[in-house]
């Protein structure tokens, strides 16, 4: 008899097996640790953002706006991010009008046209490696081709090619690949409901594409081509290989094409050789450039994001 | 006598079909610049790596370290700087990344999710200029010299941590996206059989996206690599270097040789040996990453082809 009691009844087994363990330590220690990784890299985030904007801080107390408003200049009590933002708008306007085309245009014809053959495959693989190459490997493409393409051109200026045209086409088509890439991810969520709609009534494979794929695909197509924009803006590597200033230099009453064909130089490039002069006020002008280019970035980021979800469709 | 049946033109319109075939070689030709670029890409590198290569001294390729300006390129001084910073790199962005996706994935709630991943793409969006910054005036006084006291304003761990945070969000997002490719099916068979959370995630959603999951970790390596601002910025050693195996100390990789060359801090400039060893760097990292990125990518397909 008293060995029976000892021993545990069937049902108790039974409903031991069923219920299992209660959650043991790695139950609630292996999500907690995931939770940590996430947490720790947005630590790092909020860590850089405010540091940052407390170096910055010194800056903008002290100057005020004429940090952004005033040219670039060795002395750190005078010097402002004028030229360099202005050049960094310049570039990316450049690189929307090269990259944007060619790239869409490149998408539309990958998902839209291109048969399923060796040819086909070639060009997509290409175009994921592309998109991998090193930054700086694309300004050693800039300084070769594109910086003689435009003293060729005849639009070499007093720079010998090494001005914003050349460093836009390099930025172009470092950018081109990610463009294609978006573009068509946004084509493909375009159902093939639509296309078969449109040639059910006729209509050629191009009108189906301008009148219902595209118009379809364009909040994802937008949101995509800003970011890569962004991705452009703040870009640095190839740009020191194509001529971007890291000194100071003038543009006095420069005419417009002597500004687009002359030197120039780029928010990024001139955080870089900000940082590399000595002194704290350098240092925490360095902080006033980063603060103004997170500033711009973000909100381009977040014009994309806004586009998203204002125009995003669920099918 | 015979009643001919009437014959309907069903080509269409011909101004129409003109149009089609012109709009249809445009884009064809869109698509076609990408592959120009990329001749034009391995064109610029090999010409003048080759010229670099036939007027150098070979011997100089192996040397007591990188100094272009002495004619001194030593591959492994420049190679190991590289490797060194990208295994810190990865150290870094493992775990940070992997359990970054694995929460996103498997934990997180759709309202949770929502607000985090934003976030997470935000991190991924700040230029490599400004983590040169971070690394160099917060990671460099913050942690590495907390971690050893011989350490300098510049070092390899510094710019390494870096270059880390910079690869996170890119290893948290493919591999993200391959657990999330794992079919349900598969985790309610596991429940099923009575598994718990935290044995369906590691024993069956964390093998099923093993492939992609890789690719996400070579894909990381690769970008790390590459990377080349926060190594200019944070790793010191700008005019060149000895061979050096301390992280603790400055060094030089690829990508900030590279920097140096073009923005003449060694005061070179012209089609001498010093620069032209420039594109010589650029062919080897442009070779190390393609392959990387191929092996990424054939992983990336395995994934597609199982789901």
Redesign the interface.
């Known amino acids: 008899m008293a060995t029976r009691a000892a021993t545990p009844s069937t049902t108790d087994l039974v409903r031991q097996s069923i219920q299992g363990r209660r959650l043991g330590f790695g139950d609630i220690a292996f999500p907690a640790a995931l939770l940590l990784a996430l947490l720790l890299a947005l630590l790092f985030l909020a860590t850089l953002l405010v540091d940052v904007f407390v170096r910055a801080w010194d800056a903008f107390s002290g100057r005020g706006f004429s940090v952004v408003t005033s040219p670039l200049s060795l002395n750190a009590d005078t010097a402002g991010l004028w030229q360099s933002i202005m050049g960094s708008l310049a570039l990316t306007a450049v690189v929307a009008i090269l990259a944007f085309p060619i790239g869409v245009g490149a998408a539309i014809y990958l998902e839209e046209y291109a048969p399923d053959n060796r040819f086909t495959r070639f060009i997509n693989t290409n175009i994921r490696n592309l998109a991998g190459v090193p930054s700086i490997v694309y300004g050693i493409l800039g300084f070769t081709i594109f910086v003689r393409f435009v003293r060729a051109v005849g639009a070499g200026g007093g720079v010998y090619g090494k001005n914003l045209l050349a460093g836009g086409l390099t930025l172009a088509a470092l950018v081109l690949p990610i463009v294609i890439i978006t573009t068509a991810e946004a084509l493909r969520a375009v159902p093939s409901a639509i296309r078969e709609a449109g040639f059910g009534v006729g209509a050629t494979r191009w009108e189906v594409i301008r009148y219902h794929v595209v118009p379809y695909a364009a909040p994802g197509i937008l949101t995509g081509t800003v970011l890569t924009l962004a991705r452009a803006f703040g870009e640095t590597a190839p740009l020191l290989l194509v001529g971007a200033a890291t000194g100071f230099f003038s543009v006095g009453t420069a005419g417009f094409v002597d500004r687009v064909v002359g030197p120039y130089t780029a928010l990024p490039v001139t955080i870089f050789s900000w940082a590399r002069q000595p002194g704290a006020d350098f240092r925490s002008l360095t902080a006033a450039a980063i603060v103004v280019l997170l500033v711009l970035l973000l909100t381009a980021n977040a014009a994309a994001i806004i586009l998203r979800n204002r125009f995003e469709r669920k099918w | 006598m015979t009643t001919e049946a009437p014959t309907i033109d069903l080509s ?1 319109s011909r101004p ?2 003109r ?2 075939r012109r ?2 070689r ?10 120009l ?2 001749l ?2 391995v064109g ?2 090999a ?2 790596a080759w010229s670099f290569l036939s007027k150098v001294d070979l011997s100089s390729l192996w040397d007591m370290g990188w100094f272009p300006r002495r004619d001194m390129f030593d591959i492994k001084t420049v190679v190991t700087g590289t490797l060194l910073i990208s295994l810190i790199a990865m150290v870094v962005a493992t ?6 996706a ?3 994935s498997e ?1 997180a709630r759709p309202r949770a999710r929502r607000w ?1 991943k ?6 991924a ?10 690394a ?3 990671i460099s006084p913050n942690i590495v010299m907390r971690l050893s006291p011989h350490a300098g304003v510049f070092s390899m761990a510094a710019a390494g941590i870096g270059v880390g ?1 910079l690869v ?2 890119l290893v ?1 997002s493919v591999s993200e996206d391959a657990m999330r490719a794992v079919p349900h099916a598969l985790r309610e068979a596991s429940y099923g059989l ?1 598994a ?3 044995t369906t ?2 024993r069956v959603v964390f093998p099923a996206a093993a492939s992609g999951i890789v690719a996400s970790l070579i ?1 990381g390596l ?2 790390a ?5 926060v190594v ?2 944070a790793a010191g050693a700008v005019g060149g270097s000895l061979f050096q195996l301390n992280v603790f100390e400055p060094g030089q990789t690829m ?1 900030a040789a ?2 140096a060359l ?2 003449g801090s060694d005061q070179v400039a012209g089609s001498n040996n010093a620069f032209q060893s ?2 010589f760097l ?1 062919l080897l ?2 070779l190390m ?2 392959a ?3 092996i990424s ?1 054939r992983f990336v397909r395995k994934v597609r082809e199982k789901y």
């Open positions: 269409g129409r079909l149009r089609e709009v249809r445009l884009f064809l030709g869109a698509a076609v610049t990408s592959i670029i990329s034009l890409i610029s590198l010409g003048e775990p940070l990344g992997l359990g970054a694995i929460y996103l934990y985090l934003p976030v997470l793409e935000v991190l969006g700040i230029p490599s200029v400004v983590l040169g910054y971070f160099l005036t917060w945070i996170t969000p948290a009575g718990k959370k935290a995630v590691t894909l690769s970008r690599i590459g990377e080349t601002m200019a910025m990508t590279m920097t073009a923005i420039l594109f650029g990292l442009f990453t393609l990387l990125n191929l990518d």
